[in-house]
Structures are given as structure tokens and as C-alpha cells.
């Protein structure tokens, strides 16, 4: 069966809305990822509803101007991320004064051998929550949603300029956090194999 | 500058396709599908015009191939002769995103929305026989005003809110919510805003609906709306439907002990299911009844005449049951990524799976025989045959729908190092009875990319210079770490993907020791390779699926992909074979020629056994839903490979054959990469 485009299946569902649940089973798990690494498990189900209840609701506002519909599920999701903002940054101060006691948290560790994990965690955490809110979401929606800057621009409504300098500062300032706070921490690529 | 990403990426790392990740997305799909059943046909608001109706079919049946969107013109024409039109409390369409902070957002009371009862599908076993049905609605049966039995009524109030009558609407009491609340908790809740909060939304919708309506038009709402429980994905909403389902009788015909229990699922529908937890349900019962003599609803000696009573549920044929939810939670997984979902909702297929249904049956005993408790780990098994992936039994010893074997992603320890085993026969031409390694401790350094990386065997024990084979047989993962660094990780993720490992995999140096999240059908899907003489089938539980109008869509089959030459394969049998014969593996000797390997992790939490036949390949895991309980015993020659024993003994069937010598045998040479030995 010939794939249908998201906006072919979008534009659909205005029509017939069961269309809509194709949308859902192709995105779904990228977007629950999304959230369980920003807001936690304990409310990324809720927040995933709440990113899919929306779209569903606005769906007509889809303009396809990108291939996929994930870069505009995003950016809903940034906005349920707003609203919960403060909340937010609790967490990662949290997570972090939790994560220099030697807690896991809910983050798996991986196998003893990654670099320093946890001091490293420590101080992202640290940094994130310092972070104005703008270049945070533009900056986690790069690193953990693997979004270009284009489709950061298209998901945050931003002109694609601003989100290349809100990502050049953001990673400028964890950087420097990094290097303050940490200085063995190796800031290269992990090596190739 | 980059690296920040990267950074961030490896460590803020969140598990993937693990438990909680796969219950939370089946529950917040089925809100949003509540919310996609929920919305009316959409008035014509958008922008640009719309497409005349024919035109927007033609295009339908364009992207999506003639036979399924005629049977969808078709069912669209059934479905407007059997509506069934209930009041229900429905999102206001035309709310600005931003207004839903503050109370603008509210949704409007008493729109009426047309709910339509769907089809099921039916779930078939390889063999014709029915394992169970899909259908994503709700059976409910609307009973009118005067069809509701006082004592109905009576046991309700007295249950769940006393004061119903005559107390407020709203209560802060967060356990007990009086039932205004709960009636727009069953009928609204699920698309309530996270940010607006549900205490608030619930309260301000209960004060309007309670200006708005008589109590007795919200306790008869409530009593046709609340979810009773569900069997088999299909819930039962309303207690006239919860009656038909556990007692085969209407409600108005029901005795006082049977109508007590009813009236009390409500508040936690699968904790005390009748058929899953009688005791609870039990209980459970027992309390609704002094609630009524509390009431003064009925005597204290009818209430102990009715407590001595039993439960006496028998479920109606009318409601089917499926034998084997998880599979069939799996079936329709796989068809949701196959066929489109409004022909999935629409119902009425009947889906053809692979199961055979005497492995399967094979396959639950041998779990249960050997983590039969509550208390024991999880216990889960996958099956292929390896001629065309069709997988013949999934299975795990829990009774939920959740389906361990495809579904739960563990580590699979050192069952992974086959991967490296076939990386260095395939991509370097290297025999592993010829290629020897040093088996020591490898102390944090050793790879020098890696600082904090160390390696030691499940045992702790060292075998000094001994061969690829030898190191595959006694399971010394020093060896593999090494002839991983050797052989480059990405050369073995590599080889994992090709041969059915379908995890994201990162190349990390552990990696090949089998600190990978992977689902034991997976592991099946990859030992099926080598059962299959190097052919790589995707796997599938569906063979075909018939639609409603009598057209086929056949899915059973797949072509496969050579992986590797038979040669190659037959020398990784010999090495396998080792691991059952005289290896960690014996456990799993059914006095057959059979291969495998045994996975264990560092702590205990997972243990594995994969192996196969050239008829039959199996993997077993054993492990405990919480990924940090260790196991006693945990190795997989221990746990997991009994089980894969007494499947593998009945599921052969007769079968007993040698490996077939291949017509042209492949011999390599010895491989020689830095940490290499000479032969001892």
C-alpha cells in the first residue's frame, strides 16, 4: 500500500476523522520521546495526549509546507512544554541535585563505561534550567528531537535566522557552563570505531 | 560546537520501546481516538474550497488501491442507518489554542454527538481456529429512565455518593468524588488540557451540569455511561452492557448480590474484575452491600443473605473473549502499521495470523511450568520458522495484553555475541575453531577511547588462550569485547541489523556484549537467519487479511535476503551446537541436534536462551517487568534455556536431524586482528 504524505493524510482527516489516527502511529513515539526526555515520564503520557488532542483539534491550520508533520507536532508540543515551564526547570534542578547524590533517576544509566554520565548530567541539567526558555526549546529540540534548523524555525514559528543565533548562544552557554563546572569532561566527538 | 547536541543526545538518554513507553502510548492513543470518534463531521471552516464529495473519493481510492475504498463507500452507507445518538459533553470546535488556559476554553455541555457501533475482526490462528477479536469500541446498551431498577439506583448512591441527593455537586475530597464528578470524568476527562489541570476542569464542568440538569438525569447518565471493565480491548460501558457481559441476563432481572457487584466496578474497573480477580471482586461486592444497609437501603439480614452468595459470572457468548489477548494485541499492532487505520476501525476483517496454535499452547506450558507464579519473573518466548518468518507462537506467562515477547525491550547479555561470531566468518573470512583470543579480566583502560570500559565474564573466570569457538561455548565475553575491537563495532552492529536485530544500535563497545535493548522476537528473528541457512525473512504473525467485501491482501509472503552463504552458516551451527552439548547451554539438550547461546547480564536482570533447528528457531527471555530486580541463578543456561528445552522438545515434532553438511563447505582461515594469539 502506496505511503500517503502527512499532509495528504492530514487534509483527509478534516474530512473523515478517523484518518487522523495514521498520524498518530507515525509520530507518536518520536513526540512521547520528546516529552519523557523534557517534562518526565511521570507526565509525558499526559503531555503526548495533550500534543495529538490539540492537533487534532487544529488540524484544518496544517499547512504542509513541510514534507512531514512531525517539525508542526513539535512545536505543539514546545507550547504544552511552555505551560509547563517552571515545572520544568524544577525538574532539572532537581534531577540534578538527585544526580550528585548518585541517583539514576529515571534517565537509564548505560553500562558503567559512558564518560563520567552522571557529573556530566549534573552540570547539562544545571545549564539547561539556566537557559532562557526560547534558546532551550531551540537547542532541545535540535539535540533531542534531531530537528534541522529550518524545521525548528517552521515548528516554532521563528524566522530561521533567529533559531541559527538562539542555537549558536545556547550551545555557547553550555559550553562554557561545561567548561567552567567540569573542565575534565572531553568536549570531543566520541571517537569512531 | 556540536558536541554540546551530542552531549545532551548521550546523556539525558530516555529508554525506548520499554514498558512504560509502550503502555502510555496504547493509553494515550485510545484518548486520542476517543477524541477522533468524538468529533463531529466537520463544518466547512477551513480555508480553500472543498473538493466535491465524488472528487474526494476518487482520490481516496487513488492513493489507496480500489478494493479497500470501495468496501469503505459501502460501510459509510451501513453506518448512517444504525446511529445511535447519545448526549455527551464535546470539545468546542472553534476554541483559540490560547484560550484554553483560562476558563474560555471550557467545553460546552449537551451537544449530541453520534456514536456508531463498530464491527469486530476476527483474529484467526494458521489453522483456521479463532484466538480472538479487534474492535476498538465500546458495547453499550442504552437503558431508558424507567428501565433502571430502583434497587440499581439505591446501591449506586450508597457506594460511591451517599449524599448524592442532597449534598453539593463538587467535593474537594480527592477519594470521594461525588458522581456529578464522576460522570464528567467517564464522559469528558481524556482530552482535559494538562496545563488547564483536571481537578479544576472537572470541578467547573460538574457545577454546570449540575445547574443544568435533575440528579436523576446525571445518576441515569452515569449509570449508562461509566465504564464497567473491558475484556479483550472492548469496554463495557454502561451497566446494562456490564450485565449482558457477566451474567447473560438483562440488569432488571438481576438479584441483589449481583447487582452489588456491579454497581461497584466502576471505581476500579480491573482491579476487581469478577473474572480476573474474583477475590477482590469479591470484596469489593461485600462493601457495596454495607454501604447499603449503612444507607438504609436494605436490611442488614439481606445483606448478609447476599454476601454468602458466589459470584456466579458467566460471560455471554454474544461477548467474545479473546484465548490469547497478548497475541492478539500484537496482531493488531502489526496491522496498524499495515493496513489504514479507518479500515482497521471500521471492523469486520478477519486477519489469518501465523500461529500455529499447539506451539503456542506448547509454548505457554513451558513458561508456566517453569515461572508459573505471580511472583516469578516474566517469562516470554517467540517462535519462527525460519523457511518464511512466519512466527508460529508468541507467548509470555502474564495474562495482561501486553505483550512481553515483542514488546518488552531487554538486554540480551551475551546471546549478542553471535553477531560478532558471524561478523568475523562472514566479513573477514575468519574460522573461529582457528582464531585465538586472551580470556583475562579486562581492567578499565584496556580500550583506551573508552577509560572506565572494563570486561569480565558472568562467572569470573579465566580460560587463558583459548579459541573463538571455545569462547562462544563457555560464553567468555572478555574474548568477544575484544575480537569486537578488533573486528570495528560498526562491522557487528552491522551484521545485528541484517540479520533481524531491528534496535537502534550506537556502536558503543559493549554493544556486542549485549547491552542492547532488544525484544526476544528480535533475537528469534536473528537465530532465525542462521536456522534458515542464511536467509533473512522479516518476521510476520499475520498472513493475510480478508476484507469485509471478500478481497485479500496476503502479507504471509515476504521475500527473504541472503545474508550469508550456507558454508558460513553450517560453521556457525558446529560452534553453537558446542554451546548445548558441552557449553552454558546444556540445559537446553533435548537430545537433538539443535544450536544456540545463552545470554546473561552483568546483574542478573536478564537471561536468555536463542537457538534453532533448521525447522525451528526460539528465543526465551526471563527476566522482571522492573529492570533493576536481579534474578537468583540469573544466568540464561539456567532460566532461559529449560524453558527453550521443553518448546523446542514437543514444538520439533519428531523432527531430529543433523544440519545438513553443505554441498559447498567453507573453511576461512585463521583471523588475525591486534589482540590476537598465537595458537596455544
Request: net charge neutral; glycine share 8%; aromatic share 6%.
Amino acid at each position: 500500500m502506496a505511503a500517503e504524505s502527512d499532509y495528504e493524510l492530514i487534509r483527509e482527516s478534516v474530512a473523515v476523522p478517523a484518518r487522523f489516527a495514521a498520524v498518530f502511529d507515525r509520530h507518536s513515539r518520536s513526540v512521547y520521546r520528546y516529552l519523557r526526555r523534557r517534562v518526565g515520564h511521570e507526565l509525558a503520557a499526559d503531555a503526548t495526549g495533550e500534543v495529538f488532542t490539540r492537533a487534532f483539534r487544529h488540524r484544518a491550520r496544517f499547512d504542509g509546507r513541510a514534507e512531514s508533520a512531525l517539525p508542526w507536532l513539535l512545536g505543539i508540543a514546545t507550547n504544552v512544554v511552555r505551560m509547563n515551564r517552571r515545572a520544568e526547570e524544577r525538574r532539572l534542578r532537581a534531577y540534578a541535585r538527585a544526580a550528585d547524590r548518585g541517583a539514576g533517576g529515571e534517565l537509564t544509566d548505560e553500562i558503567d563505561a559512558r564518560v563520567d554520565a552522571q557529573a556530566l548530567r549534573t552540570v547539562l541539567s544545571v545549564a539547561l534550567a539556566a537557559l532562557p526558555s526560547r534558546q532551550r526549546d531551540v537547542l532541545l529540540l535540535r539535540a533531542w528531537a534531531d530537528l534541522s534548523a529550518a524545521e525548528i524555525a517552521d515548528a516554532l514559528s521563528l524566522p530561521p535566522g533567529t533559531v541559527r543565533s538562539d542555537l549558536h548562544r545556547a550551545r555557547q552557554f553550555v559550553a562554557a557552563r561545561l567548561g567552567a563546572e567540569a573542565p575534565e569532561v572531553m568536549l570531543e566527538k566520541e571517537p569512531n570505531l | 560546537m556540536t558536541s554540546v547536541d551530542h552531549l545532551l543526545a548521550a546523556s539525558f538518554r530516555v529508554p525506548e520501546n520499554d514498558a512504560t513507553e509502550n503502555a502510555d502510548l496504547i493509553t494515550v492513543r485510545a484518548v486520542i481516538n476517543s477524541a477522533i470518534e468524538s468529533a463531529p463531521p466537520r463544518r466547512r471552516r477551513h480555508r480553500g474550497p472543498r473538493p466535491p464529495r465524488a472528487q474526494s473519493e476518487r482520490h481516496l481510492r487513488a492513493l489507496r488501491g480500489g478494493r479497500i475504498v470501495s468496501w469503505l463507500a459501502v460501510s459509510a452507507g451501513v453506518v448512517v442507518s444504525v446511529v445511535v445518538v447519545i448526549v455527551a459533553l464535546s470539545v468546542h470546535h472553534s476554541v483559540p489554542a490560547r484560550s484554553a488556559v483560562g476558563g474560555a476554553g471550557a467545553p460546552t455541555i449537551g451537544q449530541v454527538v453520534p456514536r456508531v457501533p463498530k464491527a469486530l475482526s476476527e483474529v484467526l490462528a494458521a489453522d483456521g481456529s479463532v484466538l480472538g477479536y479487534i474492535g476498538l469500541g465500546a458495547t453499550r446498551t442504552v437503558l431508558a429512565q424507567r428501565a433502571i431498577p430502583r434497587l440499581v439506583r439505591e446501591a449506586t448512591v450508597a457506594a460511591e455518593d451517599p449524599v448524592f441527593w442532597t449534598g453539593p455537586a463538587v467535593t474537594s475530597d480527592p477519594e470521594r468524588p461525588t458522581l456529578t464528578m464522576r460522570l464528567v470524568r467517564e464522559l469528558y476527562l481524556p482530552s482535559v488540557s494538562l496545563a488547564e489541570g483536571r481537578k479544576g476542569m472537572e470541578a467547573r464542568l460538574a457545577r454546570k451540569l449540575s445547574a443544568l440538569r435533575s440528579r436523576t438525569w446525571i445518576l441515569d447518565q452515569y449509570l449508562n455511561d461509566a465504564t464497567y471493565g473491558s475484556l479483550d480491548g472492548k469496554t463495557m460501558t454502561g451497566i446494562e452492557a456490564a450485565s449482558q457481559m457477566f451474567f447473560d441476563e438483562p440488569v432488571s432481572r438481576l438479584d441483589l448480590a449481583q447487582v452489588a457487584l456491579l454497581v461497584g466496578l466502576p471505581d476500579a474497573p480491573a482491579l476487581t474484575d469478577p473474572l480476573r480477580a474474583p477475590a477482590a471482586a469479591l470484596q469489593r461486592r461485600d462493601g457495596v452491600l454495607s454501604a447499603m444497609v449503612a444507607t438504609g437501603s436494605i436490611t442488614a439480614a439481606a445483606a448478609s443473605s447476599a454476601e454468602r452468595a458466589g459470584l456466579h459470572v458467566h460471560p455471554d457468548a454474544a461477548y467474545p473473549v479473546s484465548k490469547d489477548p497478548a497475541v492478539v494485541a500484537y496482531v493488531a499492532q502489526q496491522l496498524r502499521a499495515q493496513i489504514p487505520a479507518g479500515v482497521i476501525a471500521a471492523g469486520g476483517l478477519t486477519i489469518r495470523t501465523t500461529i500455529e496454535p499447539r506451539d503456542q499452547l506448547e509454548a505457554l506450558a513451558s513458561l508456566r511450568a517453569h515461572e508459573g507464579t505471580a511472583r516469578d519473573p516474566v517469562a516470554a518466548l517467540a517462535s519462527i520458522n525460519p523457511s518464511n518468518g512466519h512466527i508460529v507462537a508468541i507467548a509470555d506467562n502474564r495474562p495482561q495484553a501486553f505483550n512481553y515477547a515483542t514488546n518488552a525491550a531487554r538486554e540480551p547479555g551475551s546471546a549478542f555475541t553471535v553477531f560478532a561470531l558471524m561478523t568475523v566468518i562472514h566479513d573477514q573470512d575468519g574460522n573461529p575453531a582457528n582464531t585465538f583470543y586472551s580470556s583475562h579480566f579486562l581492567a578499565p583502560g584496556w580500550w583506551p577511547a573508552y577509560p572506565t570500559y572494563s570486561v569480565h565474564t558472568a562467572e569470573d573466570s579465566y580460560q587463558g588462550d583459548i579459541s573463538i569457538t571455545k569462547a562462544t561455548i563457555l560464553s567468555d565475553n572478555t574474548v568477544f569485547a575484544q575480537l569486537a575491537q578488533d573486528l570495528g563495532m560498526p562491522k557487528v552492529t552491522a551484521t545485528a541489523h541484517a540479520m533481524g536485530i531491528t534496535s537502534p544500535l550506537t556502536n558503543y563497545p559493549s554493544e556486542v556484549l549485549g547491552a542492547v535493548a532488544v525484544s526476544t522476537l528480535q533475537m528469534a528473528d536473528a537465530y532465525a537467519t542462521l536456522a534458515s541457512g542464511g536467509i533473512h525473512h522479516p518476521p510476520t504473525a499475520i498472513s493475510k487479511v480478508v476484507f469485509p467485501d471478500g478481497s485479500v491482501v496476503n502479507l504471509g509472503d515476504q521475500p527473504g535476503t541472503r545474508v550469508f552463504s550456507y558454508g558460513q552458516v553450517y560453521a556457525a551451527d558446529k560452534v553453537l551446537e558446542g554451546v548445548i552439548t558441552e557449553g552454558t547451554g546444556t540445559a537446553a539438550d533435548y537430545g537433538c541436534p539443535a544450536a544456540g547461546k545463552t545470554g546473561t547480564t552483568s546483574d542478573f536482570s536478564d537471561a536468555y536462551f536463542d537457538g534453532y533447528t533448521s525447522k525451528l528457531a526460539t528465543a526465551v527471555w526471563v527476566g522482571y517487568p522492573k529492570e533493576t530486580l536481579s534474578m537468583a541463578d540469573g544466568f540464561g543456561g539456567t532460566l532461559a534455556a529449560p524453558i527453550w528445552h521443553d518448546y523446542m522438545e514437543q514444538a520439533a515434532d519428531g523432527f531430529c536431524s543433523d544440519f545438513t553438511y553443505p554441498t559447498a563447505p567453507w573453511s576461512g582461515h585463521a583471523y588475525h586482528g591486534a589482540h590476537t594469539v598465537r595458537k596455544p
